[in-house]
């Protein structure tokens, strides 16, 4: 196998424990912070001349969240990596008793194409605030932003530490071979296949996983709302990074009478982001490549054009698309679009709303917009995905504090902030006792009796707190 070499040398580096103090994991991330300054221009031209990544959205997404993400651990990180010291029960009241945060190993993170910074460096900057050595695989999708990770992220982290893998399918099953002590997948359209494949090479050495995967993110409109502000956010989600985004809203569920008015909103709320020609926008981006470009000109022909619809497939231009009248047959539904297509599905209410989603594979993220606030909460508790944002799109994603993450076909495990440090941190329970005060212990040891099997009932046994009845 042409990794073994690699993922040795990471090994040996880590079991010399030069990645456990705190001062070593700082000095890395401070250097990830270096790399995101002085290589933001290079940043924004890789992410452009991929897919056209607008610079705006380049620096938002690619930048300043990364930051964000950074800056947050450094802020945290020694209050994070303490051990954390538990509840003791009448035995061990003299003893210690703390969860030690301890790193996996060597990890491997694989990033997608669509947000090809971020979402290789928000787990990156985890797995070494966790003390981990990691082996980066890049996408080979979004070709120059691999090839300015490849040859500028090894001038700023320790390489004995830290590698990168530039590989594609062939060469990524066969590193996917080696025995890792933690796997972070991220993948785009299709990937709850992959993320099996990932996960079975994972099962041969007992490897635990993170799976990122995405789906199809439904979005319930109410009849009550601002339709405006609905049309822009939700255009706003869906039409960003030219709709390549894992947790945009992939349809909209409404009524037929809610979808009237959608129309001329969405339609007013496209011209105002990219124009009356988004073509010539230069706030609208490309499609990362030929065959995605051709799966996605492929889901056009559901239900009917409403607005947009224009291609070419030289630019690897599709227009922001809305479609009505969408059935669930149609193939627009059977995957995950990941381009600026917005399919609109009519249900004859809310009810019939939260059947339909409850009847596919769980989403990445559920949307509901109304006044209604019950509505929202409705939609919240009668669902299941991996998060929920209600009258927006996307901002859920913009907080370090909550966990992000799929459930079921959309994925396994969560991170972004502390959630990120716990992923690839081993948490293991600890229990330091003391050497004298055998006469307690002698409780436990034969002969046994009842006798001591009441004090042991006794200094062991945790009750139930009493329940205070309001009459």
Not at 37 to 53: N, Q, R, S, V, Y
Not at 182 to 197: A, D, H, L, Q
Not at 291 to 313: H, N, W, Y
Not at 406 to 432: A, E, M, P, Q, V
Request: contains cysteine.
């Amino acid at each position: 196998n042409p990794y073994v070499g690699l993922v040795n040398h990471l090994r040996a580096t880590w079991l010399s424990g030069r990645t456990r103090p705190l001062e070593y994991r700082v000095a890395q991330l401070e250097a990830l912070g270096r790399f995101l300054d002085e290589k933001k221009p290079e940043i924004l031209e890789a992410t452009a001349m991929d897919m056209g990544k607008p610079s705006f959205e380049a620096y938002f997404t690619e930048i300043l969240l990364c930051k964000n993400e950074l800056n947050d651990t450094l802020n945290n990180l020694c209050h994070w990596m303490k051990d954390e010291h538990v509840c003791k029960n009448l035995v061990t009241q003299l003893d210690s008793a703390f969860i030690r945060k301890d790193p996996y190993g060597v990890v491997l993170i694989i990033a997608p194409w669509n947000y090809p910074i971020h979402l290789l460096l928000v787990p990156l900057i985890g797995a070494i605030a966790a003390g981990n050595c990691v082996v980066i695989k890049p996408s080979e999708i979004a070709k120059n932003t691999e090839r300015l990770v490849a040859e500028m992220l090894s001038c700023y982290l320790d390489n004995d530490c830290f590698a990168v893998v530039t590989a594609g399918v062939q060469e990524t099953t066969r590193l996917l071979e080696n025995k890792f002590d933690y796997i972070f997948f991220t993948g785009t359209s299709r990937s709850p296949s992959v993320g099996r494949i990932v996960m079975t090479a994972a099962a041969k050495h007992l490897t635990p996983v993170t799976l990122e995967l995405g789906g199809k993110n439904p979005c319930y409109v109410s009849d009550s709302c601002d339709v405006q502000n609905v049309a822009r956010r939700v255009a706003w989600g869906r039409f960003f990074n030219a709709g390549q985004t894992c947790i945009a809203p992939d349809y909209v569920l409404c009524s037929l009478e809610m979808q009237e008015k959608l129309m001329p909103a969405l339609r007013a709320a496209i011209t105002e982001f990219f124009g009356s020609n988004p073509r010539e926008s230069p706030d609208f981006g490309r499609i990362v490549g030929d065959k995605q470009f051709r799966r996605i000109r492929a889901l056009l022909c559901s239900g009917r054009v409403a607005i947009g619809g224009q291609t070419d497939e030289k630019e690897r231009y599709i227009a922001p698309t809305v479609l009505a009248d969408v059935l669930p047959c149609d193939p627009a539904m059977q995957e995950e679009i990941l381009g600026p297509i917005l399919p609109i599905v009519v249900v004859a209410n809310m009810d019939e709303a939260i059947d339909f989603i409850n009847a596919r594979p769980q989403p990445l993220v559920v949307y509901a917009f109304s006044y209604d606030s019950k509505v929202v909460k409705q939609v919240l508790e009668q669902t299941s995905s991996g998060g929920f944002c209600g009258n927006d799109t996307l901002m859920h994603v913009m907080l370090t504090s909550l966990p992000f993450g799929g459930i079921g076909n959309s994925g396994l495990g969560k991170y972004h902030g502390k959630f990120t440090f716990d992923t690839f941190t081993h948490h293991r329970g600890c229990l330091h006792r003391s050497m004298g005060l055998e006469a307690i212990n002698a409780l436990r040891y034969p002969p046994y009796s009842q006798q001591k099997l009441g004090l042991l009932n006794t200094t062991f046994e945790i009750k139930r707190k009493g329940m205070c009845t309001i009459l």
